[in-house]
């Protein structure tokens, strides 16, 4: 079997489900967003402030196809299933993609906080905001995914047991 790919909006748990998948599972994990950070020596929020959203996606991009090959459990960042060079990169990577769906109501309640200024994408922006976002990315998860997991009230653990049964 492949190792999965998990995919999904910010906030739904992406590095804490796939830790617990790749501890499940036997296998390591890697997160992408720790990948970028690692590769450019800085976080990804200076990156963004010095360089922009579009040098991101696009280092976003060389990266995930590096490491689409790899043996690991990989959790993408927020934005890389919707651009279209990564979908087409994932579709074709034979590895099993799951998406993390999560209510609108467990995104926020999860991004509230600390997390929140973490991410550039949310500077500045209201709760609102964020579930406009969120919904207008909908369409590009559910086209690449092959497996969607609802997440609301489930643990980590659950979550990578629901995912193991599932692929
Ligand atoms: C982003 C999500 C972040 C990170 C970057 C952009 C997005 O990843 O890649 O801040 O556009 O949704 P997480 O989903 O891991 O927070």
């Known amino acids: 079997m492949q190792n999965p790919i998990l995919i999904g909006f910010m906030g739904s748990g992406k590095t804490t489900v796939g830790r617990a998948l790749s501890k499940a599972l036997n296998q390591p994990f890697k997160d992408l ?3 970028i950070e690692a590769t450019l ?15 991101f996606r696009q280092v976003e991009k060389e ?5 689409l090959s790899t043996e690991n459990v990989l959790a993408t960042g927020g934005g ?3 651009q279209i060079a990564n979908q087409e990169l994932l ?7 799951v998406w993390l769906k999560a209510s609108d109501a467990t995104t926020i309640h999860n991004l509230s906080g600390e997390d929140w200024q973490k ?5 500045d922006k ?5 579930t406009n976002l969120k919904a207008s990315r909908e369409h590009f998860y559910r086209k690449t995914a092959d497996v ?17 049964q599932r692929i």
């Open 80 to 82: 890389t299933a919707c």
């Open 148 to 164: 969607i997991i609802q997440v609301d009230q489930k643990t980590p653990e659950a979550i990578a047991e629901e995912i193991i």
């Open 33 to 35: 967003d720790q990948v």
């Open 91 to 97: 579709l074709k990577s034979q590895r099993p993609v």
């Open 119 to 123: 991410r550039p994408i949310l500077a």
């Open 63 to 67: 990266l995930l196809a590096q490491h």
């Open 41 to 55: 020596k800085q976080s990804i929020p200076s990156y963004f402030e010095a360089n922009g959203e579009a040098a």
């Open 126 to 130: 209201s709760a609102q905001d964020v």
